[in-house]
Structures are given as structure tokens and as C-alpha cells.
T-cell receptor
Framework: EDKVVQSPLSLVVHEGDTVTLNCSYE??????LLWYKQEKKAPTFLFML????IEKKSGRLSSILDKKELFSILNITATQTGDSAVYLC???????????FGTGTRLQVFP | GAVVSQHPSWVICKSGTSVKIECRSL??????MFWYRQFPKQSLMLMAT?????????EQGVEKDKFLINHASLTLSTLTVTSAHPEDSSFYIC?????????????FGNGTRLTVT
């Protein structure tokens, strides 16, 4: 059975800290891994990763994929209170259009 | 960027009534849309895949007669929760991608919070 596991489930930090969120997966016919940020409403797209070792970066957020070890990390540097959200990792396969979501990591950033 | 509009944002209904949720792709055509359900503090669970012009594909355990999906055009999919019960109260989210290739990310609507009293 395909599965996506995120860790930690919850994280509390202070502003300015750097955090690393983890996503590991076990799927057949891996196609892509996606990171989403979910605040009060629906998830918003952050990154899509398809190749190992190529870092994707957007401001203070960056992500990288390791297809050999079957995981990805999402880094957030110099965290701000606006980074507080649930971060979802999802994996797509060539078997189907649908995404398999992890349970998410709830990040809380306090001033 | 690609925009997916979902309506309504929230709805309260009585047990036994039906509720329709609309999902529109505003600036692109979507032959496939997805419907998810999310319980508090849990991840998104795929309910069904909505295919334009054909029947939806439901995930295991999702009652197709209870959650009716219609994808009548390339920009509109609807989810109707029939004979709603309190246990159907949840956050429902639709999504679509800008093309049918496997390498395009999904864009999500803002979700509909359904409360059944």
C-alpha cells in the first residue's frame, strides 16, 4: 500500500529559528513529491520535486528530494509567525492522477 | 496563476437535506478534478476523482450514492451530499491541475465547511 509519512507531527519554535520538516514515502512508480502550506483554508502549493538532489528555493523556504532514500525535507529559515500552518507533503505516482497525502506537520511559530 | 473557486465557503444544513458544493476552474480547463475531505487536524483524504463527461471514480469506502459528483463541463464539478447526517460534517476541498500531464501540481479551492445539525 502506498504511504506518505511526515515528521514531526507538531513543532513549536520561536521566531528566527530554522526548522526542517520531513517527508518519507513508500509508493510504486513514484512521479513527483509536492509540498503544500495549509493555513485556515485550503492548501497552497509550495514546491514540486521530481529529481533527486536539486534544491528548490523560494525566499526562506527550500526543499530537496532524495529518491534513493525516499524522502524529502522542507526547510524554513528565520521563521516568522506567518509561517505558522500545517505543511502537507503529497506524492504522485504514474499509476494514477491522484495524490497521496501525508498527515502533515503542524508548525507554530511564536514571537 | 491558476485559480480554483469553490462555493459555498460554509454551509449549515439540517439532517436529511442535501447540499451541493461547486468547484470551478476560473482561468483554465480541467478535465479532471478531485474532491477531498478533511477532518479536524487530519490530512486530506481523497474521496473521488471527477472526470469531465464521464462517471466519477470513487475511493474505497466512499458511498457514491451519498456523495454525487457531476462534472458537466471543463470548468465545473459539483459534489452533492445527499441526505446529510451530522457525521458528514467536515471540510470538503476540491482541486484541479492546469493540464492533464502528470507533472502539474494541483490547485485547490478554498474549501467548504459543512455543518449538519
Amino acid at each position: 500500500e502506498d504511504k506518505v509519512v511526515q515528521s514531526p507531527l507538531s513543532l513549536v519554535v520561536h521566531e528566527g529559528d530554522t526548522v526542517t520538516l520531513n517527508c518519507s514515502y513508500e509508493v510504486t512508480n513514484f512521479r513527483s513529491l509536492l509540498w503544500y502550506k495549509q493555513e485556515k483554508k485550503a492548501p497552497t502549493f509550495l514546491f514540486m520535486l521530481t529529481s533527486s538532489g536539486i534544491e528548490k528555493k523560494s525566499g526562506r523556504l527550500s526543499s530537496i528530494l532524495d529518491k534513493k532514500e525516499l524522502f524529502s525535507i522542507l526547510n524554513i529559515t528565520a521563521t516568522q509567525t506567518g509561517d505558522s500552518a500545517v505543511y502537507l507533503c503529497a506524492v504522485g505516482t504514474y499509476n494514477t492522477d491522484k495524490l497521496i497525502f501525508g498527515t502533515g506537520t503542524r508548525l507554530q511559530v511564536f514571537p | 496563476g491558476a485559480v480554483v473557486s469553490q462555493h459555498p465557503s460554509w454551509v449549515i444544513c439540517k439532517s436529511g437535506t442535501s447540499v451541493k458544493i461547486e468547484c470551478r476552474s476560473l482561468d483554465f480547463q480541467a478535465t479532471t478534478m478531485f474532491w477531498y475531505r478533511q477532518f479536524p487536524k487530519q490530512s486530506l483524504m481523497l474521496m473521488a476523482t471527477s472526470n469531465e463527461g464521464s462517471k466519477a471514480t470513487y475511493e474505497q469506502g466512499v458511498e457514491k450514492d451519498k456523495f454525487l459528483i457531476n462534472h458537466a463541463s471543463l470548468t465545473l464539478s459539483t459534489l452533492t451530499v445527499t441526505s446529510a447526517h451530522p457525521e458528514d460534517s467536515s471540510f470538503y476541498i476540491c482541486s484541479a491541475s492546469t493540464d492533464d500531464s502528470y507533472n502539474s501540481p494541483l490547485h485547490f479551492g478554498n474549501g467548504t465547511r459543512l455543518t449538519v445539525t
